[in-house]
């Protein structure tokens, strides 16, 4: 394109595997287009060119002579705008084309003729020659392997993409054929997609190019390695009786399909050289390869098993027990993908119908809950209810068709009655497993957690109460995410000795449910490194679905750790990940981005996303919290009656309501638009209950807002003490905008009790906390206060006319610019609306204005003072 752009004529040719052998194809190829331009050279190179191209002639053409000739027509037709020959796959082209092109390229100078050619780095070129240039071209960077794919892929699924990414390691090529023929396997097979990739005959040529050149005994060690997947180079000697093992391990270095590195480890040279391996062996090779594997591994009971298990295709009995058993030690580990694998495997080796439906069943579970793969879920469902006539009933199949429910729509009400009937079944029975007893809980938990009701609570205790010595992420999340305003000390010791062990944790999904347990007491920075091991495990393809929670729960660590950007940009990842794997988004990330909007002032996008919240939730069950963002932004923006209406939605002011733990973060919020509207008694009410239920004995974040709302209901003096303690407590640096709120409570009140220096540190540093954070009503509320105190900032701006305002008169001003009623300004300032209007007529002769539509113009236009 760039040559044509040029002026140049371009010459094409391209070797192929089926014409190497076939002398000068590739000449014929590139002069094919020349055709008249041969007949005007004179009569012997004209016949050299002609005998070498047709190979009519029985005597093999002079390779000089056909070089002579065909620099000459090049040379010729380059003559006006210039002339470019381009070849591709060099290594494939015939020997003959071969050795004219070299010749060509080496007498090019002088002309207007150029010459590239394009050959895999690991094969020998025939170019090279001193006169030639060589250029490495890299592989793609990611960034750019990224854009290749969202541009010829948009609609690949997440962790299809995330494999395309690892696998092609860059590889255009591979990038896009890869891309191609996965997305055809996941529509029309979605079941059936296991870790080896489908390869195409491009791909397959391309990356087992040197297969066909080695030996048969060196193709069988590559199949070895290929299978085998570790990189031990003891299958050399021990396997399959291979004779002089490092013979042939020379033999495919030498080919460039692969190579054992400096730590005597086998790797091949891309791995879709591996995948050419498999793909191009046959399926007897293959189950032989696999049974030489298995017996290599004598004393590594899953390595052998997996082995044995790709070795046969009958039932065993004792294999897809081992398999399971496999399963299971893997999750553990963090491996979920492996583990759906080997379940996968398990259910088809077993010989029993019931069998295999409990374990497919078991399957879909871990695909839905851990590894987010709810494309293969619905299928794999489906097996097990074919499979087994009963499978429907089993414990196994509800809880994993309940958590594709929960997961894939939200339906509260119909998963929790499909997992209490079922549960109820298998106890009655008393034949039920542990493993899958403990799945069934933890999915009844997440429906009693989205429902907030007392029935879905009271039933699972009921069931919860069944299983012995149950794990300690149930008997903590029932308790922490019912009722935590009522938490024992037993159970906080327990969460944090959970928490403190997640250090060394691997399972994804227990890591997520011991952290969202302490979602909502301030445990998530606990559990922030373990959490980023599970999504870093998610981004490259694994627990995707376990990803999707941790995210969530880092957005709401961000945002209370003053970090907005990252806190909003974690939550849109976890809503677009849930999506792409055609789940929902979980509500409490909607929540956090509504909290997010208020805390800025941006009512417009809190009204969209609570609106959202309540149609969506009702309709699955899902008890959805839209008043408690809708109540920051009322405060936000200086509503504070609306923000009193908002915050009793739950409950009236003193009442901790069960079932809503959002309300635990509430507690400033309704005691500040309790005392702004003139409801002192419903404040002091809620202080005292709080106090009471010793909230603050469960987080520091909550005892600094337990301690803020004290501060505010207390009387002149004694509010000071309150203020100070709360701001002195251990740990509030931790919660950046819950601490500038409060030290602009505090600011307020010591200004009011005139005294102003004091007033002046707590608002300024206030205002330097909201600016930083973005919370630009909150600091505009600061300096207004500054302003109060007869502190005008070096950026505030006042014309001749402004030079007479008093600090009362300006911080009115402000709030009425801003479009606040005297009513709204009132409960901000402590005023009532009479004295904000009698203070307003002050003002506007002094500014020169006649309406309340002309402040922000005036104001605009001050000059310093």
């Known amino acids: 394109m760039v040559a044509r752009r040029l002026g140049l004529t371009v010459l094409r040719a391209a070797g192929g595997q089926h014409e190497v052998d076939l002398p000068y194809a590739a000449l014929h190829q590139l002069l094919l287009p020349l055709d008249d331009q041969i007949e005007c050279l004179n009569e012997g190179d004209r016949t050299v060119l002609r005998s070498a191209i047709s190979g009519a002639d029985a005597t093999p053409a002079n390779q000089l002579a056909v070089g002579h000739a065909t620099l000459t027509v090049l040379r010729r037709h380059a003559c006006g705008a210039g002339l470019l020959v381009t070849v591709d796959d060099l290594s494939w082209l015939d020997r003959q084309s071969a050795a004219v092109l070299a010749f060509v390229a080496r007498r090019m100078d002088g002309s207007r003729l150029r010459l590239i050619a394009a050959t895999r780095q690991v094969e020998p070129s025939p170019f090279d020659l001193p006169e030639v240039t060589e250029v490495t071209v890299p592989a793609l960077a990611e960034s750019a392997a990224e854009l290749l794919l969202e541009r010829h892929h948009p609609l690949l699924r997440s962790d299809l993409r995330q494999r395309v990414l690892n696998e092609a390691r860059g590889n255009p090529l591979a990038l896009l054929e890869l891309a191609t023929i996965l997305q055809q396997h996941a529509e029309t097979n979605p079941a059936g997609l296991n870790d080896q990739h489908p390869m195409t005959q491009r791909l397959q040529a391309a990356f087992g190019l040197g297969l066909n050149s080695v030996s048969q005994v060196a193709r069988r060690l590559l199949l070895l390695a290929a299978l085998d997947g570790t990189g031990d180079l003891r299958f050399l000697a021990t396997v399959g009786g291979l004779p002089n093992g490092a013979r042939y391990l020379m033999e495919v270095e030498q080919a460039g399909l692969a190579r054992a590195d400096d730590s005597q480890r086998f790797t091949f040279r891309h791995p879709l050289t591996k995948a050419a391996v498999i793909a191009g062996a046959s399926s007897a090779e293959r189950n032989r390869a696999h049974q030489d594997l298995a017996n290599l591994y004598p004393d590594q009971p899953e390595r052998r098993a997996w082995h044995l298990a790709a070795s046969t295709v009958e039932p065993d009995e004792g294999l897809a027990a081992a398999l399971e058993v496999a399963a299971h030690r893997n999750l553990r580990r963090g491996e979920a993908r492996t583990a759906v694998r080997m379940l996968v495997r398990s259910a088809e080796l077993s010989p029993s119908a019931q069998d295999r ?102 039933n699972f205790n009921r069931h919860v109460e069944r299983l012995p010595d149950p794990p300690v992420e149930l008997t903590i999340g029932c308790r922490t995410l019912r009722d935590p305003a009522r938490l024992a000390g037993a159970v906080l010791q327990n969460l944090d000795v959970a928490t403190a062990a997640l250090a060394t944790e691997l399972d994804p999904a227990r890591i997520v449910r011991i952290a969202a347990a302490g979602m909502y007491i301030d445990r998530i920075g606990d559990c922030r490194h373990s959490l980023w091991r599970v999504v870093n495990d998610g981004r490259a393809g694994g627990a995707i679905g376990s990803a999707v929670t941790a995210l969530s729960l880092l957005a709401h660590d961000a945002f209370r750790a003053g970090d907005w950007e990252a806190a909003d940009r974690l939550a849109g990842e976890s809503e677009t990940t849930a999506e792409a794997c055609g789940g929902y988004w979980t509500p409490s990330t909607r929540h956090l981005r509504a909290f997010i909007a208020a805390a800025r002032g941006d009512t417009e996008t809190v009204e969209l996303i609570t609106d959202e919240l309540r149609r969506w939730a009702p309709p699955r069950g899902i008890g959805a919290s839209p008043w408690a963002p809708r109540c920051l932004a009322a405060i936000t923006r200086g509503d504070f009656d609306r923000a009193y209406r908002e915050a009793t939605v739950p409950g009236p002011a003193g009442v901790l309501p069960e079932c809503e733990p959002y309300a635990l973060w509430m507690v400033l919020d309704l005691v500040e638009a309790a005392v702004r509207t003139d409801r002192h008694a419903q404040a002091q009410r809620h202080v005292k209950a709080v106090e009471e239920a010793r909230l603050g004995d469960l987080s520091s974040r909550l005892a600094l807002l337990v301690g803020g709302a004290a501060g505010l209901t207390a009387p002149a003096e004694e509010c000071v003490e309150l203020f100070a303690s709360a701001l002195a407590l251990p740990e509030t640096g931790r919660w950046p905008f819950e601490r500038a709120r409060v030290q602009l409570l505090f600011g307020e009140r010591l200004r009011r009790l005139r005294r102003v220096c004091e007033a002046r540190g707590q608002l300024s540093a206030a205002a330097d906390t909201f600016r930083r954070l973005g919370a630009g009503p909150w600091a505009s509320r600061a300096v207004a206060e500054l302003h109060a105190t007869g502190l005008a900032p070096t950026t505030q701006r006042r014309s001749t006319r402004g030079w007479s305002l008093t600090p009362q008169e300006h911080k009115i001003v402000d709030l009425a610019a801003s479009g606040l009623t005297n009513k709204q300004i009132g409960e901000r300032l402590f005023l009532s609306p009479r004295t904000v209007g009698f203070h307003l007529s002050r003002a506007f002769p002094k500014l020169g204005v006649a309406s309340r539509s002309a402040l922000r113009d005036a104001l605009s236009n001050l000059q310093p003072r």
């Open 357 to 458: 439906s409990r374990r497919m069943a078991r399957a879909a579970y871990v695909g839905v809950e851990v590894t987010g793969d709810l494309e293969r879920s619905p299928a794999r469902l489906a097996d097990a209810a074919v499979t087994d006539a009963a499978a429907q009933q089993s414990l196994e199949s509800a809880t994993s068709s309940a958590a594709f429910l929960l997961t894939r729509d939200g339906d509260v009400v119909v998963a929790n009655r499909l997992l209490s009937l079922a549960l109820t079944e298998a106890e009655a029975d008393g034949d039920i497993s542990r493993s899958a007893h403990e799945e069934a809980l933890h999915t009844l938990l997440r429906t009693c957690s989205l429902g907030r009701r007392p029935d879905l609570w009271e």
